[in-house]
């Protein structure tokens, strides 16, 4: 069964040239990227982060970046692609098990320097799937592209409240809302974010 996983990866890794996006960088790109991304689904307030991240972080630290600026608690696999559960580009991470395929790229060791280069293309668009039961979407935004390479990552900016782990995902968040289950759905502490975010390593967390 491995084998075969295996052989399907090898395939669709064949076609991501024929996806939306792909990988345009190297490494070792002295620069920033500034990135809006939004949780898919939520309104009224929307949820949005906008965040710096340096060229050298790996999707693993993008990953971890995201966590923080979101403040969600790293209780689930994950996966970027150029859309949800993408067959075409998928950056994940490595899992051992005899039932999971390897992943286009490896998000413990490819930076989004690789990915992203140097050229800002409103077109070269991520997605960022969370917890694959309440499937949380994130579309994520390049915006602008510093030339410089940041000692951090940060959160400048951002509005709403993030919805808590297990909830039910966009509709039973939906719903928590509409019942007055959530305090303050328009609550966001930058400040808090921001401090979080800025401890994040390049390569993310500690392997489970």
Known sequence: MKDALNSFARICKSMASMA????????????????????????KPPVWRRVLVPA???FSGFHA????AFC???EHLYSFGDRPYSRMLTIAEVQEDAWSADP????????????YGEKLDPKHKLCYVY??????????MLEDIIEELHPH???VAGKGACPGEDCGGVWGYEEMKENGEIDDPKFF????ANASVEEVNPEGFMPW
């Open 20 to 43: 939306q996006v792909s990988p345009r960088g190297n490494k070792g790109l002295k620069l920033t990227y500034q990135f809006k991304i939004k949780l898919r689904g939520i309104s």
């Open 56 to 58: 050298n972080f790996t």
């Open 65 to 68: 970046v995201i966590q923080e």
């Open 72 to 74: 969600w608690w790293n």
């Open 104 to 115: 286009d790229y490896d998000a413990r060791v490819f930076t989004l320097g690789e990915f």
């Open 131 to 140: 917890d694959f039961g309440d499937d949380w979407i994130h579309d994520i």
């Open 153 to 155: 990552a940060s959160c």
């Open 189 to 192: 502490d930058l400040e808090d």
